[in-house]
């Protein structure tokens, strides 16, 4: 079984809908990671979190949100969509040592945003 | 403005011969950095890393350099193999990771 897993894994979805992408981890990680990937552009972190508790804005979080919902759950949603949020977008989880954790990522979530 | 960046969108190498990926960044206060590669249609998987107190780090066809005083790190692949074809991150960890643009290998047969 997959480490990280993500749900859906694609979605089309029309301008002004709220969508949840859903992630969950059986890694015990207590840090887990929002990105989003387009063409050109490299990983950009939306959101991050390092506890159940603790949740940060990336470089590019607005029109995002996010909600923890435990240590193994950590769902991002889009409250009204539009279509330059079509993304492909990952979730990772890390633990807490540079040297010796590192992220692991999910298999991604293709968005298409109509 | 980027903190790590990578100036190759793209890379092609004959197959057997060595590539090498380049990646700068900015802050020289980093002191840990990756390689992830990825693959269509996977997430990214971590490749390598290396610590600001290392100038090298090796693992079997992979080789990373990091050339502090440049704030430059380079990824060696040598031999180069048709399954090395990805796109491959370049990244910095400070509180969290920070990724370049990426460069997509190419290996030619």
């Known amino acids: 079984d997959a480490d990280v897993t993500q749900t859906p894994r694609n979605r089309i979805t029309k301008t002004g809908k709220r969508i949840m992408l859903e992630c969950s981890q059986t890694?015990?990680?207590?840090?887990m990671y929002w990105y989003r990937q387009d063409p050109g552009l490299g990983l950009r972190l939306i959101y991050y979190?390092?506890?159940?508790?603790?949740?940060n804005k990336g470089e590019i979080s607005d029109g995002y949100s996010v909600s923890r919902q435990a240590q193994a759950k950590f769902s991002l949603s889009l409250e009204s969509a539009i279509p330059n949020q079509t993304a492909l977008y990952f979730c990772?989880?890390?633990?807490?040592?540079?040297?010796?954790?590192?992220?692991?990522f999910g298999p991604g979530t293709r968005l298409t945003v109509l | 403005d980027q903190q790590v960046k990578q100036n190759s969108p793209s890379l092609s190498v004959q197959e057997g011969r060595i590539s090498i990926l380049n990646c700068d960044y900015t802050?020289?206060?980093?002191?840990?950095f990756l390689w992830y590669k990825k693959y269509p249609a996977e997430g990214p998987t971590f490749l390598i890393s290396?610590?600001?107190?290392?100038d090298k780090n090796e693992d079997g066809r992979f080789t990373v350099f990091l050339n502090k005083s440049a704030k430059h790190l380079s990824l060696h692949i040598v031999p180069s193999q048709p399954g090395d074809s990805a796109v491959y991150f370049c990244?910095?960890?400070?509180?969290?990771?920070?990724f370049g643009k990426g460069t997509r290998l190419h290996i030619l047969p």
């Open positions: 990244a910095v960890r400070d509180d969290k990771i920070i």
């Open positions: 990772a989880t890390s633990g807490e040592d540079p040297s010796t954790d590192t992220q692991y």
């Open positions: 290396i610590s600001s107190i290392k």
């Open positions: 979190s390092f506890d159940v508790k603790d949740i």
């Open positions: 890694k015990g990680h207590d840090r």
């Open positions: 802050n020289s206060m980093f002191d840990y």
